[in-house]
């Protein structure tokens, strides 16, 4: 995915089984990692969505909480919760639409209001 000028982030899904992912993503900018980080996600039969958990050190001592479920079947949606144990409200809300099997485009908001969309295309091996 590019996020502008010489800034790219990577991430890598490993199916572990049915239900469970594990997700290592990366930015680099200008040939320097700039982020690095994990997280796993989940399906929560009873909610019928998914739950990603992960540490982030952008925000210690925080947990990156998101969920996410399909609107449709072209459409997802995602809640991101900073630090869900803060009382300060920290939610992005993203919309993720799947024009292909290699291409999305990823609406993000906060405070209902459009702060970046994301054009992700896949990278073949």
């Not at 399906?43 to 909480?65: M, N, Q």
Request: aromatic residues 12%; charged residues 25%.
């Amino acid at each position: 995915m590019e996020l502008g000028n010489d800034t790219i982030s990577f991430f890598d899904v490993k199916f572990l089984n049915n239900y469970r992912l594990e997700i290592s993503s990366k930015t680099v900018s200008k040939g320097r990692i700039i982020y690095e980080g994990k997280s796993l996600q989940g399906y929560d039969e009873k909610s019928d969505t998914f739950i990603d958990l992960g540490a982030d050190e952008d925000y210690p001592p925080a947990i990156l909480f998101t969920s996410f479920w399909f609107s449709s079947e072209n459409t997802c949606e995602l809640s991101y919760n900073v630090d869900p144990s803060s009382t300060d409200e920290v939610t992005i809300e993203s919309k993720i639409e799947f024009k292909s099997h290699d291409l999305f485009i990823q609406t993000i908001t906060q405070k209902n209001k459009v702060t970046r969309i994301n054009t992700i295309t896949r990278v073949q091996n």
